[in-house]
């Protein structure tokens, strides 16, 4: 089992999460410390309506459902032993590619004091993540938004949720799930265990202002690989 680091700047219905781990895979998919601050592309404003929920990842052919998902996270947080393996870099987080259930794809992720993801969300893929040590918060959109043609959209009113999570919980999302997660604690490292299904095909950073949303960079696997 080996460990990466890095000092680069990675689910709305929630429900509340062991596994060999393989090997790294280049940097952590979901990652960037800090917040998302890349330069803006386009001016299109609409306004993204209707509400998100989490959705089966599972199509008839045994791949594996958000509840599954959800409940490898959990048990793979609850392994302190591989959570402890896990190296801890103030200066930047750190991650272990894990084996998951069905094909999936999955991450135990280190969260230095004052670090986050940026809003992003993971495409086609759904997803579950748990928390294994520490807290996180989630800021989250309960609506889906259009998957192309647009650049920025002006959010409607009453979309945002949030929801802080103590070390042993989690929840699971669909896809097109958009978030940031955070740690905001001044003086503690968080540990987190995140799975994705089907692996993630892109992920899609955003910057926000206000109720614009401003799609900032899609990103693919050989971009983190």
Sequence with gaps: MSASSSSLPTPASAVDT???ASTVVGT??????GTDSRPAVGTDLRPA????APTSAGTGTGAPTAAE???????TAEDSALVASLPLDPEGRTWLRLDGPGGSEAWLISWPPG????WHDHAESTGAFTVAAGGLREHSLAARLPTDGWRTLELSEG????RLLATGQGRAFGRHHVHE?????GHEHAVSVHAYYPPLPQ?????????VLRLEQTERPEDWQ
């Design 18 to 20: 062991h596994a060999p």
């Design 28 to 33: 952590d998919p979901s990652a960037a410390v």
């Design 49 to 52: 309506v209707g509400t998100e």
């Design 69 to 75: 998902l959800l409940d490898f996270v959990r048990r």
């Design 115 to 118: 670090t986050g993801t940026g």
């Design 159 to 162: 979309i945002d949720r949030t």
């Design 181 to 185: 997660v955070l740690n905001e604690s």
């Design 203 to 211: 992920i899609r950073r955003y910057s926000r202002t206000g109720a």
